[in-house]
């Protein structure tokens, strides 16, 4: 009887106390890990073997119905897609050889955003030394005050040295300006070009290619001030109080001395030396599609072959555009990415803190690993034992308070 009083009093307590005491909440399995799926991968642009347009001959990668590359007597060209910067063909495209006066097109994209074509410049006798003897020349006289705009129509129109030197003094000097052009080549890059004279007179060891000529013509297209200058064939250059007529050298624009003009033609830079032969740039746009061409040094034909070379190039590229597949780029080399592409990026939920993970990659998946349990350092929540060490201490607490009732009597007596 006693026993079962003493029972039933713990009974009782155990019952109030666990009554009062939150109910243990079941022990759920680790959550399913969480994929979120980002935007579909974009299919895979086509490789382009870098190494390709290093190899000698002709380059060409023709797809079914594509017409033949025409057989020319250049040394080295190459033809390409100025907006996307694909080279659709080439031949010896990294052949190292003088340049001439494509090389004005380099000196162009490094000087003319140093001054605007409003600007006047009073030329001083100074800037008018140590031009190469049989330079072409534009006119230009000590002592005349010209725009530089004037100034840009000498060097893209009549190819003037003189032009070249009084606007390479505005802007540090010769060295400084061969400096400036080596600096701009290697930006862009151009690795073939190594720059002596930035007028483009022959000099030891100065050399550029058909593919760093063909980077700078691109480039050109991209500034207004360049496009705008080399696509244009007269325009009046000053001489004190009256001006003459120049027309530009480049006769695929001109269509002048039996050279047809090539319909949608955007100029650029044409040049010649005797020890660089004939070599152009030259780009066209035909509906949403412009080409840009560089052909160096043919060795067949007159002084025009150059010319015609260069419309067979845009005749080819244009009809076979969409039906070639690429061989290199004129696009500078970017740095690789730290990571391959197509990894996957795990983010880990911690404790008390958000997410820490990369950025996904458009088309990677980001997987969620399940959070971390809790150790006693980082407790939250009840534990699962402690329900168990109530029960406990409520059963201690009613034998004790049984044993207390038992005793009472005796103290009264």
Not at 111 to 127: G, K, M, N
Not at 262 to 273: A, E, R
């Amino acid at each position: 009887m006693i026993v079962t009083s003493a029972v039933r009093h713990a009974a009782a307590g155990s019952a109030a106390l666990l009554f009062v005491l939150p109910v243990p909440a079941a022990v759920a399995s680790p959550p399913a890990p969480a994929r979120v799926v980002g935007e579909p991968t974009p299919p895979a642009r086509q490789y382009v073997d870098p190494a390709r347009l290093d190899r000698r001959g002709t380059q060409v990668q023709r797809l079914p119905g594509a017409p033949a590359v025409p057989s020319l007597s250049a040394l080295s060209w190459v033809v390409a897609d100025a907006s996307s910067g694909e080279v659709l063909a080439a031949h010896d495209a990294h052949r190292k050889l003088p340049p001439a006066s494509t090389l004005k097109a380099l000196f162009a994209l490094t000087a003319l955003p140093h001054h605007a074509p409003s600007e006047r410049h009073t030329v001083a006798d100074s800037e008018l030394t140590g031009i190469g003897a049989g330079s072409s020349m534009v006119g230009v006289k000590e002592g005349y005050t010209y725009k530089v705009s004037d100034l840009w129509n000498g060097v893209f129109l009549s190819s003037g040295n003189d032009a070249v030197h009084v606007l390479a003094s505005m802007n540090g000097g010769w060295e400084s300006m061969t400096r400036q052009m080596q600096e701009k080549a290697r930006s862009l890059g151009a690795e073939d070009t190594h720059v002596v004279s930035p007028d483009g007179y022959d000099a030891p060891g100065q050399v550029s290619s058909a593919y760093d000529l063909a980077v700078f013509g691109r480039a050109g297209l991209q500034d207004p001030d360049f496009a705008r200058y080399c696509s244009t064939p007269y325009a009046e250059f000053p001489a004190g109080s009256w001006s003459y007529g120049i027309a530009n050298t480049n006769r695929l624009l001109t269509g002048e001395n039996g050279v047809e003009r090539y319909p949608g033609l955007l100029g650029i830079k044409n040049g010649y030396t005797s020890n660089a032969g004939n070599t152009l740039i030259s780009a066209a746009r035909r509906g949403d599609r412009t080409l840009v061409v560089s052909v160096m040094n043919p060795q067949a034909g007159g002084g025009f072959t150059v010319y015609e070379e260069a419309r067979e190039l845009l005749d080819w590229g244009f009809e076979a555009a969409g039906r070639v597949q690429a061989v290199g780029s004129l696009a500078p080399v970017r740095a690789k990415a730290a990571a391959g592409s197509g990894t996957r990026t795990v983010s880990v939920a911690r404790q008390g803190r958000g997410a820490e993970a990369e950025a996904p990659r458009s088309g990677a998946r980001t997987v969620a690993a399940p959070p971390k349990k809790a150790t006693e350092e980082e407790g939250s929540g009840p534990s699962a034992g402690l329900p168990l060490t109530l029960v406990g201490s409520a059963c201690a607490a009613a034998l004790a308070l049984w044993g207390w009732r038992r005793r009472k009597p005796a103290d009264r007596a």
